[in-house]
């Protein structure tokens, strides 16, 4: 894990930290495996690189890592070419499969009870550019974390994963608490979930007219608690 001061209390000035979140938030990191992934082995190339619970230490993660540009750890479309590092010094280069920011003691699976019995929505975008890539993935943290982006309290966490060598594809994943589609008896409450999942959409829409100019190639939402029972 990443740690920008020794003190979390305090910023690289001795000053105490400000702009306390509402949440902590740990960003973790996929690797490349060389494996057909299934859910036994899903976790082994999954860590935790940073925990952030207030603006300083969002603030330091965004000055001081390449965390903050995406595009600076996925395939490189331009030149072709798959950026390698190694987590650690002890181990061998690898590949950056996806960077995934969840609440902290929420893990990246669908099983973690804060998971299960919500929802993801997938946003594919193609022939995404660097700029485009970055300026995507900072909307989106800052807009979870900060509480802009709509029912960020039922948000559990952003994965957003490079398919741009085989599809030229970036896909963004958010993962809710509640499911989008009716499972309750209760009908306004489903009617609820289901303006959450319209009013997520029409966050993307906007957010892709007038930040980063991406057009939205596919979207695909799925039930974690179906997928789980097959």
Known sequence: ILYMDQNPETNSNGHEAVGQLSATWCLWEKYQSTQYQTRENYTENLQIIY???????????????????????????????????????SSDDTVTESLLLFRK???????????????????????????EIDGLWKSLVFGIVGGSF?????????????????????????????????????KEENAAHAKMMDEILKYFHKLCSETVTLSIHGIIEKDHNVANKM
């Open 51 to 89: 925990e952030f619970g207030n603006l300083n230490e969002l603030a330091g993660l965004w000055r001081h890592t390449t965390y903050a540009r995406p595009s600076q750890l996925f395939y490189d479309a331009t030149r072709h070419v798959s950026k390698k590092f190694a987590p650690s010094p």
């Open 105 to 131: 003691n929420v893990k990246p699976e669908w099983e973690d009870p804060s998971n299960k019995h919500g929802s993801s929505l997938q946003v594919e975008f193609r022939d995404a550019t660097p700029a």
């Open 150 to 186: 709509p029912h960020s309290e039922r948000v559990m966490g952003l994965r957003v994963l490079d398919r741009l060598k085989k599809h030229q594809m970036l896909k963004c994943e958010v993962w809710t608490s509640v499911p989008f589609r009716g499972t309750s008896k209760v």
